[in-house]
């Protein structure tokens, strides 16, 4: 589930703000004085040779370059959609008292992001592995019954009676009190969309998130699906956001850093002109449903390794123009600043010798 489910430091990261004293600073447009000056006859110079300056140009600066261009472009690259729209929120559901639930069941307050990281032992990892396969084929069912007309309250409705029949609890359900039992984020929606009476268009594109806690244990994926005739263009956009989920995956391993990741999907989400959310991260995930590390998508700096028997979750979201966004008044529902569609994949990892094996498949 996107970072923390919208609020917690461990999903979304606060934009730095400026102070109405910085912005003359940052932008042009401030007024110049003159002052004439006495007109002075210089010498004639000997013509020279004009000199050409190369400079070299940091990744970052490149990255910024392609960002301008790309969000130039972004609205000659696709027909929009009518804006999202809120439809009417059913009641929240029941969840039997047998089942298990986690520690944040029965507050509305946002859990903290935890400060250990998620390293198993061989038990750890067999439940992991249970939890985060349950949580795939409800994943995999939900995707089969996303087609027009259908409501996103129809699919949350769906995967929570899955859920439940599984002896498991919605992850989702009561989290800082979000409250449904799945995240359904249709084109502009970044991520948390609460599912709701709206029907799903021909040409929609939607990312259902699903995490269940089993046994003691989250599992958290999700998937942006096609929702009937899809333009070429949202084809590329939710074909690329996977690609880029599975290069983060193929760079981790024990020892690796995790910056490798960001530069990864950062690398292959420009070579088609797409942006990388920052705002939103991956986390840890196991015992505890949001908790360090921070996985970062984009190009970064921070420090740490990856070390086998640990669990985290890959989750980048690319978008046809602007990565800033704005979060509708239920604080959890976030859309792309410009309207522009977006699309994100993840998966739960377990960190190897040698490689990752992704949990979230059946």
Request: proline fraction near 7%; glycine fraction near 8%; aromatic fraction near 6%.
């Amino acid at each position: 589930m996107a970072d923390s489910l919208a609020r917690s430091a461990s999903l979304r990261l606060s934009s730095p703000s400026s102070s109405p004293s910085s912005k003359s600073s940052l932008f042009a447009g401030a007024p110049l004085a003159f002052s004439p000056a006495p007109v002075s006859v210089k010498p004639a110079c000997p013509k020279r040779r004009p000199v050409v300056v190369c400079k070299k140009v940091s990744g970052l600066e490149e990255a910024m370059r392609i960002r301008r261009e790309r969000e130039l472009q972004s609205t000659k690259r696709f027909k929009r959609r009518p804006p999202l729209r809120r439809g009417r929120v059913s009641p929240q559901l029941p969840v039997p008292d047998d089942i298990l639930k986690p520690p944040y069941f029965g507050s509305t307050l946002l859990p903290e992001l935890a400060s250990e990281y998620q390293i198993h032992d061989s038990d750890g990892i067999a439940h992991m592995r249970a939890a985060c396969e349950l949580a795939a084929r409800v994943l995999d069912y939900a995707g089969k019954m996303v087609k027009p007309s259908v409501t996103t309250d129809e699919i949350d409705k769906a995967v929570h009676q899955m859920i439940i029949e599984a002896g498991a609890y919605p992850s989702p359900l009561g989290y800082g009190a979000f409250p449904k039992s799945v995240c359904t984020s249709v084109n502009e929606c970044m991520c948390h969309g609460i599912p709701d009476s709206r029907q799903l268009q021909d040409g929609d594109i939607i990312n259902i998130d699903v995490t269940v806690y089993l046994n003691g244990y989250h599992g958290d994926t999700s998937k942006t699906f096609l929702c009937g005739n899809v333009s070429d263009a949202l084809k590329k956009l939710v074909q690329v956001t996977e690609e880029c989920m599975e290069r983060g995956i193929a760079v981790c391993k024990d020892g690796a850093s995790f910056k490798k990741i960001g530069k990864r999907i950062s690398e292959h989400a420009e070579k088609y002109g797409f942006g990388v959310v920052e705002r939103f991260v991956g986390h840890g995930v196991g015992t505890v449903f949001h908790s360090q590390p921070v996985i970062y998508h984009h190009r970064n700096e921070e420090p740490g390794t990856m070390v086998e028997g640990q669990t985290f979750t890959i989750e980048p979201i690319l978008t046809l123009g602007s990565i800033e966004c704005r979060t509708w008044p239920d604080n959890w529902t976030t859309l792309t600043a410009d309207g522009s569609p977006a699309a994100q994949f993840e998966h739960t990892i377990l960190i190897t010798r040698t490689g990752a094996e992704i949990l979230t498949q059946c």
